[in-house]
């Protein structure tokens, strides 16, 4: 009532609401009468002078107890009765009760009905006064002004305190801050003289001295308690977490990772296996993955920009390489060799944008000009707070451990349930780390991956990969296969008649005849996780890939089994000293005894037992550590 309101771009004041209609008036003298549903839906309606009342936000409205509540609501229904003379508002629709009939009675004298009937209710303290100040209080604040606000008092950390006192205290623990010998006690008595200097002398009550140290307590910072260091001044807070990634490898983020299993090393015994990535923030697509120990240190940035910036079918060589790893992994593959080229052809590679690096990551010179030339940023990952792991981090350990789990089933399907220890060796480890992430991973849907308003539908990083593609209208672009040898660290190494020795491997091709025996060292790019083949630059200023002289091992019969009783034999080695062995600690009859022991463990795992235990012949039982006898039909049920 008397409201002005702006509607159909004039002004008018609102003179009544009568059956869900608000009558008005203009300047100009002329008269209307809209429906309020009408009127407050109408484009450009807004009320003059007044600010739109907002609900109280949910989780202020839990704090206040159920009887507040009941009580608000219930003035919100005597309120409107009073306005509109129905309980429900206008748009409650009904007949008004005879005392508070618009049409009839004023406004004085609906709040003046409506004080005697709370009155006669019960309500202490209701008189017309009342009435028209919680009418008033709802038109300013809505639903919100209507609680007793003494059930939601706060009590303030100081208490009763004159505030003059707790500015007293502030500015004396600003003017000591920093200085070490500072005491609580100098800090109340500076306090006391700003008191006695700023207001008079006995102007201002001060509180006791058992109060001015809970003072002081409550007020000092945490970090800077009065006596201690000040601490270095910080810059302007920066946004809460990194800025998001909207496009296909703007951001890029290294972490690492334990798989919790072990592989078979070059010295045939077992190695604990870690796994470096580089993740897309964007689309969570695994741009490279690479295995290694984790005694060998983080793999090189160069490493990995290698293998995520040149997609795998156009390096050198690869189509060959494939299928010798692919041969000599386990029987029963995720799919098919040609399935697989195919898949792998189309795994996404870039050049990322942005690199977030780890602090233990070597970034060195070489680096650095590579990424300058490329274009790519470096950023450090932020510091792990206690208890919390960055999102990288986080997926990268739930690939790992849905890899391992990957690992044990193809162990199983492969026949080695009895085996102890490592079974699988690196370069297949990564072989199947590969062609996971490959066929599972990237198609896998994931819980990160979804669009706000679509919650329950997770892409995969395949197809998020390509989402983002068309929304943002560029392609990164990756680098051509020469790059690949480039991206890769380099030694020399000599070139003698049988090749390039390099990690107790030897390489060779014939596009090294005319540079034998020259006597000078070549320089020779190779991946550190991966033998297969080196990369040597030759006088033509060329990388030429140069393959392991036995890198086709795998395609040859028996080629596991050779491996896998290989590392028996080297276990039982462990297991004792190598007989006739100089290095064995002791002499005379303990080395005797120590040969011996050694030599039956040997025999042992040769031994031909019968069916039932004892006795020589019969059945042969396949020992998949041991040097037994071939058992054909034993391997026959591994294919």
């Known amino acids: 009532m008397g409201a002005q309101v702006t509607f159909e771009a004039r002004t008018w004041q609102v003179t009544g609401l009568a059956d869900g209609r608000v009558h008005l008036v203009a300047e100009d003298g002329a008269t209307g009468c809209v429906l309020a549903v009408r009127l407050v839906s109408a484009p450009g309606f807004s009320v003059t002078g007044a ?8 989780a202020l409205w839990e704090t ?9 609501l219930a ?3 005597h309120i409107r009765e ?8 206008p748009a409650g629709g009904g007949t008004p009760r005879p005392e508070y009939d618009p049409q009839r009675f004023t406004l004085a004298e609906r709040e003046e009905a409506k004080a005697r009937e709370l009155a006669a209710l019960g309500w202490a303290r209701t008189s017309r006064t009342t009435v028209q100040r919680m009418r008033l209080v709802y038109q300013r604040q809505g639903l919100w002004g209507l609680v007793d606000k003494r059930h939601l008092r706060t009590f303030s950390p100081t208490g009763r305190t004159d505030e003059r006192v707790v500015a007293a205290v502030l500015e004396a623990l600003g003017r000591r801050r920093g200085r070490s010998k500072t005491t609580t006690l100098q800090v109340i008595e500076l306090a006391e003289q700003i008191v006695a200097d700023t ?3 006995a102007r201002v009550k001060l509180p006791a001295r058992s109060s001015l140290y809970r003072l002081v307590k409550t007020l000092a910072d945490p970090a800077e308690p009065p006596g201690s260091a000040a601490r ?7 946004p809460g977490g990194p800025p998001p990634a909207l496009r296909p490898a703007e951001r890029v983020h290294i972490a690492t990772a334990r798989l919790g299993l072990e592989a078979v090393g070059e010295d045939g015994g077992g190695v604990p296996v870690a796994v ?6 964007a689309s969570g697509c695994v741009l490279a993955a690479v295995l290694h120990p984790p005694q060998d240190g983080p793999v090189q940035l160069s490493v990995l920009l290698a293998e995520m910036a040149v997609p795998r079918p156009q390096r050198p060589g690869w189509p060959a390489l494939l299928e010798q790893a692919h041969a000599g992994g386990p029987a029963r593959r995720l799919v098919s060799l040609p399935a697989r080229i195919e898949a792998t052809a189309a795994r996404p590679a870039a050049v990322p944008e942005t690199l977030i690096v780890e602090s233990t990551a070597a970034v060195t010179p070489a680096v650095l000009a590579v990424c300058e030339s490329l274009g790519i940023s470096l950023e450090p990952a932020p510091l792990r707070t206690a208890g919390a792991k960055r999102g990288a981090v986080r997926t990268l350990e739930i690939l790992a451990g849905l890899f391992a789990r990957h690992t044990t089933t193809a162990e199983e399907a492969y026949g080695a349930g009895q085996a102890v220890g490592a079974y699988w060796s690196m370069p297949q480890l990564q072989d199947l780390l590969d062609e996971w992430i490959t066929v599972r991973w990237h198609q896998r849907p994931q819980e990160q991956l979804r669009h706000p308003l679509l919650p329950q539908a997770g892409l995969t990083p395949q197809e998020m990969w390509e989402v983002l593609l068309g929304v943002a209208g560029t392609v990164p672009l990756p680098l051509a296969g020469k790059h690949y040898g480039e991206l ?16 107790g491997r030897r390489y060779d091709d014939a596009c090294l005849d005319e540079h034998r025996g020259r006597g000078q060292r070549w320089k020779v790019h190779h991946h550190p996780h991966d033998p297969r083949q080196v990369f040597v630059r030759l006088p033509d200023g060329l990388l030429h890939a140069v393959g392991w002289v036995q890198g086709e091992h795998t395609l040859r019969p028996f080629d596991e089994m050779v491996r896998r009783r290989t590392g028996g034999v080297l276990a039982l080695r462990g297991a004792g000293a190598q007989p006739g062995s100089e290095t064995r600690e002791g002499s005379g009859e303990a080395g005797r005894t120590a040969d011996v022991t050694a030599v039956e463990g040997i025999a042992g795992a040769m031994t031909v037992h019968d069916a039932d235990g004892g006795g020589a012949g019969g059945h042969v039982a396949r020992d998949t550590g041991g040097s037994g006898v071939y058992d054909p039909r034993a391997e026959a049920e591994l294919w």
């Open 488 to 503: 890769l660290p380099a030694r020399r190494c000599a070139l003698t008649n049988s090749g390039i020795r390099l990690g």
């Open 232 to 238: 270095t001044a910080t810059g302007p807070a920066r």
């Open 82 to 89: 009073v306005e509109t003379g129905l309980p429900g508002g």
């Open 199 to 201: 207001y008079g002398p």
């Open 75 to 77: 003035w919100l229904r």
């Open 276 to 281: 470096t990535a580089a993740l897309d923030a």
């Open 64 to 72: 206040v107890p159920l009887a507040a509540q009941e009580r608000a």
């Open 51 to 58: 600010a739109a009342s907002e609900p109280p936000a949910p």
